[in-house]
């Protein structure tokens, strides 16, 4: 069982946000246990990030749904 880490909603916002940037598919529960808080709380704030504009997507693959973050198209990247 991972250890429980404390962090801000920002923090935690702002280290999810990061995650589904590196990771190509994860869990509402990997998430929730990465970040220690219950899904409800994942859940609040996945709200907090589509409300903000990030792209997420959710894909079902062998009956289990992995979020990620839907890739911007390259005419749209800012440099």
Known sequence: ???KKSYSQAARVQG????LGVRHG???GELAEEFGVTKRTLYRDLKVL???GYPL?????????FLK???LPTNQVKR
């Open 57 to 65: 997507i959710s894909e079902m693959v062998d009956g289990t749904t």
């Open 1 to 3: 069982m991972a250890t």
């Open 69 to 71: 973050l839907e890739p």
């Open 26 to 28: 994860i869990t509402i």
């Open 50 to 52: 589509e409300e903000a």
């Open 16 to 19: 999810i946000l990061r995650t």
